[in-house]
């Protein structure tokens, strides 16, 4: 749940209802909040997805870990983030539950959900996650919040969880600070091109070499400074040309455990 820096106004909500923002499905979908609109109280990330070939909008290192858990999971068959919830029902049900609605100057805010998931899985088709701090579970305010959205999903009969830190390995998190650092280095769609393909012809060569020592072996071949294929190889990585489980550290990584983008087409949607 991201953190607003100024509440929305009626007549915004109105405007992005009409923009069509939490409607849509897979490629179409449109979250209801994006990294424009608001301040995180952490990084906030843009990164591709590829079972929904469209850019997702995270608000925090925590909401990325969990988002590349899903993506890369073969159950999760579609992420929508920053689902929002339906007022009027919100509304309801905390004049229910004595429950302050979230307000802005006078002003009713929509709630949203971290990410609306629909699974292969026959036991869970649906279910929804919201990612929070461990520690920002002991604001009364914030567990009251929570406890409005949890019962607008039970309200719907749809599956709700929090997920904290504490659930995702620290693996993830040191891959995450790998990934992203605070400068990240744009490129042209051209250069990302030619990358993907130079790597893919080397990777093909040494499938159980871990990617560390491949960029050693490579700067040596190609005249590189000290770092240069490696730095590369991780701008694909964060990208999301290169995709893997982030479960498995960085340094061990090899070939064999990188899925490449099998649609070129998709680097366009990534760039956007």
Same mark, same amino acid.
């Given at each position: 749940?991201? /953190?607003?820096?100024?509440?929305?106004?009626?007549?915004?909500?109105?405007?992005?209802?009409?923009?069509?923002?939490?409607?849509?499905?897979?490629?179409?979908?449109?979250?209801?909040?994006?990294?424009?609109?608001?301040?995180?109280?952490?990084?906030?990330?843009?990164?591709?997805?590829?079972?929904?070939?469209?850019?997702?909008?995270?608000?925090?290192?925590?909401?990325?870990?969990?988002?590349?858990?899903?993506?890369? #999971?073969?159950?999760?068959?579609?992420?929508? %983030?920053?689902? &929002?919830?339906?007022?009027?029902?919100? *509304? %309801?049900?905390?004049?229910?539950?004595? !429950?302050?609605?979230?307000?802005?100057?006078?002003? =009713?805010?929509?709630? #949203?959900?971290?990410?609306?998931?629909?699974?292969?899985?026959?036991?869970? &088709?649906k279910f929804v996650l919201q990612a929070k701090y461990a520690k920002d579970l002991s604001d009364p305010r914030t567990v009251e919040k929570l406890e409005l959205?949890?019962?607008?999903? %039970?309200?719907?009969?749809? &599956?709700?969880?929090?997920?904290?830190?504490?659930?995702?390995?620290?693996?993830?998190?040191?891959?995450?600070?790998?990934?992203?650092?605070?400068?990240?280095?744009?490129?042209?769609?051209?250069?990302?091109?030619?990358?993907?393909?130079?790597?893919?012809?080397? =990777?093909?060569?040494?499938?159980?070499?871990?990617?560390?020592? !491949?960029?050693?072996? *490579?700067?040596? /071949?190609?005249?590189?400074?000290?770092?240069?294929?490696?730095?590369?190889?991780?701008?694909?990585?964060?990208?999301?040309? *290169? #995709?893997?489980?982030?479960?498995?550290? =960085?340094?061990?990584?090899?070939?064999?455990?990188?899925? =490449?983008?099998?649609?070129?087409?998709?680097? %366009?949607?990534?760039?956007?």
């Amino acid at each position: 749940m991201a /953190k607003r820096s100024n509440g929305l106004t009626e007549a915004k909500i109105k405007r992005w209802i009409k923009e069509g923002r939490g409607k849509g499905r897979g490629l179409e979908y449109r979250p209801w909040l994006n990294v424009r609109d608001i301040a995180s109280k952490g990084r906030s990330h843009r990164v591709f997805g590829h079972k929904s070939r469209r850019t997702h909008h995270l608000f925090s290192d925590l909401e990325l870990a969990v988002f590349l858990f899903l993506d890369w #999971s073969h159950k999760a068959i579609e992420i929508r %983030e920053q689902f &929002p919830l339906q007022q009027e029902v919100t *509304l %309801e049900l905390a004049k229910e539950a004595g !429950i302050r609605h979230p307000q802005v100057s006078g002003i =009713f805010q929509v709630m #949203s959900s971290d990410f609306l998931v629909n699974s292969s899985d026959s036991v869970l &088709p649906k279910f929804v996650l919201q990612a929070k701090y461990a520690k920002d579970l002991s604001d009364p305010r914030t567990v009251e919040k929570l406890e409005l959205e949890r019962r607008y999903w %039970e309200y719907k009969e749809v &599956p709700w969880y929090i997920i904290t830190e504490r659930e995702i390995s620290k693996t993830a998190f040191q891959n995450i600070e790998w990934l992203y650092p605070n400068q990240q280095r744009t490129h042209e769609l051209s250069e990302l091109t030619e990358q993907l393909k130079f790597y893919s012809h080397h =990777f093909s060569k040494a499938p159980s070499t871990t990617i560390i020592n !491949i960029s050693k072996a *490579l700067d040596v /071949k190609y005249d590189h400074e000290a770092g240069e294929s490696l730095a590369e190889i991780r701008d694909l990585l964060a990208s999301r040309l *290169l #995709s893997f489980d982030v479960t498995i550290p =960085f340094r061990k990584l090899t070939p064999a455990d990188i899925h =490449f983008v099998d649609d070129i087409s998709v680097l %366009e949607a990534i760039n956007v």
